[in-house]
C-alpha cells in the first residue's frame, strides 16, 4: 500500500505512517495543478490546503482513501470520489481550540486595535491618547453562528471574558442552548441585530455558502465586531467592505476571497487594505498542537483503513439509501455460502445497497444484515433457507 502526502506534515507523524508497513511518498510542496501526475499509483492521498480536483481522481487507478488533515473538505471534489467509490476522511474537532484562540484573539485585537499600536510604534510614533479609547469586551453580547466544537471552545472562553452568549445552529435547540448557558436565536436574522460581536464557524456547504449576505450585514448594528474563522465563501465580502466603510463595522477575518493556494507569495485585496479590518493568513489551525492532534488522527485513520479495512470520519457515506427491506441471514461460516445468497438475489434483479457479515465466537457461524432495494419474494426465500447446510435462519424485515 502506498500513501501520498501533498501537504507539510509533521515528520514525526510521516514516520509514524511508514512504521505501518507501508511506502510513503513525501511531497510537501505540490501545487493543485501538480497532483494529477504525482499521485501515480499511490492507495492513500493525504492533503492539508492542496486542492484534489477531478482530473487527479480521474487519474488516480489505485487510489481509494483521500484524507484531508483538518476539518472542511470543501478542496476536495467529492463528486468525483464518489463516482470513482473513493473514501474521503477528516479530521473534525482537532484544531477547534486553535481556531476559537484565534477567533478571540482578533476580538480582543479589534477592541484594543492592538494591530495599528504596534505600527505606530515600529514607526517611530507614541500615541497614547488615541490607543486609551478602547470600550472593553466585558458585558457585551456575542452571537456564535454555527454552534459545532469549534463555536463551543469560542463559548466556553466567552464566559471568562464575562461576555453574553446567543447561539444559532441548524441543529441547535432552545434546549441545548439552555445547556449550554447561552440564549437561542431562530434564525441568523433574528441573532445579528442583538449583539455587538458576532462569530462565525460554520462548515462550507451549499446552504452556508453567502449565508451572511448583504441583508444580513445590513442588520448589524453600527461599530459591530464581525468575526471570520470559518470560510470566505460564507461571507459576501463586498457587503462587508461597504459596511466597513459606511457604518464603521469592525472585521477580524482570517479567510479571504482569492486567496493564494502557496504558503508565500503576493496577495492583493482591497479588503484587507481597510483600515477596520484586522487580517490573518488562514492560520486559524495552524498551532503546533492542532497539527500534531490532527496528523495523529490521520495516522489513525490510515491504521484502521489498513488494518480492518474501516474508514473511521468518512464524510462521503450515504446518509439515506433506497434500501426498503433488511434481509437477516444467520449462516454457518464457510465459502459460497454468500455468494449463493447473493446469486439469488442477483437471479431476482434485486439491488444490494448495504451489507455487513459478522462472525460469532469460536467461527463457526456468523450472521449477514443485507439491505435491499425490493423485497424478496416467498419463492427465493424458500430457495435459499432450503440449503440447511449453509443457512441456519433468515429473516426479512422493513429497513
Known amino acids: 500500500m502506498k500513501v501520498l502526502i501533498a501537504d507539510a506534515f509533521p515528520d514525526y507523524y510521516v514516520q509514524k505512517i511508514r512504521e505501518l508497513g507501508v511506502l510513503v511518498d513525501y511531497r510537501p510542496k505540490l501545487k493543485s495543478e501538480e497532483l494529477a501526475s504525482a499521485i501515480d499509483d ?22 481509494s482513501l483521500i484524507v484531508r488533515a483538518g476539518a472542511g473538505v470543501n478542496t476536495i471534489d467529492i463528486k468525483s470520489a464518489n463516482t470513482r467509490g473513493i473514501y474521503v476522511a477528516n479530521c473534525p474537532g482537532k484544531n477547534s481550540i486553535a481556531v476559537a484562540e484565534l477567533a478571540w484573539g482578533l476580538i480582543l485585537s479589534l477592541d484594543r486595535r492592538i494591530a495599528d499600536n504596534v505600527i505606530e510604534l515600529r514607526n517611530g510614533k507614541w500615541n497614547k491618547g488615541e490607543y486609551s479609547k478602547a470600550d472593553g469586551v466585558y458585558g457585551k453580547t456575542l452571537g456564535v453562528i454555527g454552534v459545532g466544537q469549534i463555536g463551543l471552545e469560542v463559548i466556553a472562553r466567552a464566559k471568562a471574558f464575562g461576555v453574553r452568549v446567543i447561539g444559532w445552529s441548524k441543529s441547535l435547540t432552545r434546549e441545548k442552548a439552555a445547556a449550554l448557558g447561552i440564549d437561542h436565536a431562530g434564525t441568523v436574522q433574528d441573532l445579528v441585530p442583538q449583539c455587538e460581536i458576532i462569530s462565525v464557524h460554520v462548515a462550507l456547504k ?8 448583504r441583508d444580513i450585514v445590513d442588520l448589524m448594528k453600527a461599530g459591530t465586531f464581525f468575526i471570520n474563522t470559518s470560510r470566505a465563501e460564507v461571507v459576501d465580502e463586498s457587503a462587508l467592505a461597504d459596511a466597513v466603510e459606511a457604518r464603521k463595522i469592525r472585521v477580524g477575518t482570517d ?4 486567496e493564494p493556494e502557496e504558503k508565500s507569495g503576493e496577495f492583493r485585496s482591497a479588503f484587507a487594505s481597510l483600515p477596520n479590518v484586522y487580517g490573518t493568513h488562514h492560520i486559524g489551525a495552524s498551532t503546533e498542537q492542532a497539527q500534531n492532534a490532527v496528523a495523529e488522527e490521520t495516522v489513525a485513520i490510515i491504521r484502521e483503513y489498513k488494518e480492518r479495512g474501516s474508514v473511521r470520519n468518512w464524510v462521503n457515506r450515504s446518509k439515506k439509501t433506497a434500501a426498503k427491506w433488511q434481509l437477516v441471514v444467520r449462516h454457518y461460516d464457510k465459502p459460497g455460502v454468500l455468494a449463493d445468497v447473493l446469486g439469488d438475489l442477483k437471479s431476482s434483479a434485486i ?28 419463492d427465493l426465500l424458500a430457495i435459499m433457507r432450503s440449503r440447511s447446510d449453509e443457512v441456519i435462519q433468515i429473516t426479512l424485515n422493513p429497513a
Open 42 to 63: 499511490s492507495h492513500i492521498l493525504v492533503v492539508r490546503s492542496t486542492e484534489v480536483r477531478p482530473n487527479c481522481i480521474s487519474s488516480a487507478s489505485n487510489l
Open 206 to 213: 451549499p446552504e452556508t455558502r453567502q449565508l451572511i449576505n
Open 255 to 258: 479567510v479571504f476571497t482569492g
Open 351 to 378: 439491488n444490494v445497497e448495504e451489507m455487513e457479515n459478522v462472525i460469532f465466537d469460536s467461527g463457526l457461524t456468523a450472521c449477514a444484515t443485507i439491505k435491499l432495494v425490493d423485497k424478496p419474494g416467498d
